[in-house]
């Protein structure tokens, strides 16, 4: 299983890298047909972390994936699932 891992830390108060990390991340796996993407926003106050799902919540990138998963145990980790046979990208 082909996965992806952007790590947010780095760039954590940078606005316009955070949401160009994002699109990135998420157009290198729908292109390359990968299965899981994992994001890594750290615990920290959690204001990235709601960045993040705010991102994958918007209409036009929520129809590129599957779903996500907030990890349980791993609070600072978020996973989204990519079925590219049932998004229609399996050509």
Do not use: C, W
Request: proline share 1%; hydrophobic share 35%.
């Amino acid at each position: 299983m082909a996965y992806l891992k952007l790590d947010l830390h780095d760039i954590f108060n940078k606005g316009k890298e955070i949401d160009r990390a994002l699109l990135d991340i998420i157009k290198q796996a729908t292109n390359n047909k990968i299965d899981i993407v994992e994001i890594i926003p750290g615990k920290g106050t959690g204001q990235l972390k709601k960045k993040v799902i705010r991102f994958l919540n918007d209409s036009k990138i929520k129809q590129q994936y599957s779903r996500y998963k907030v990890d349980n145990i791993n609070f600072g980790k978020i996973s989204v699932y990519f079925n590219h046979t049932k998004l229609g990208k399996d050509k």
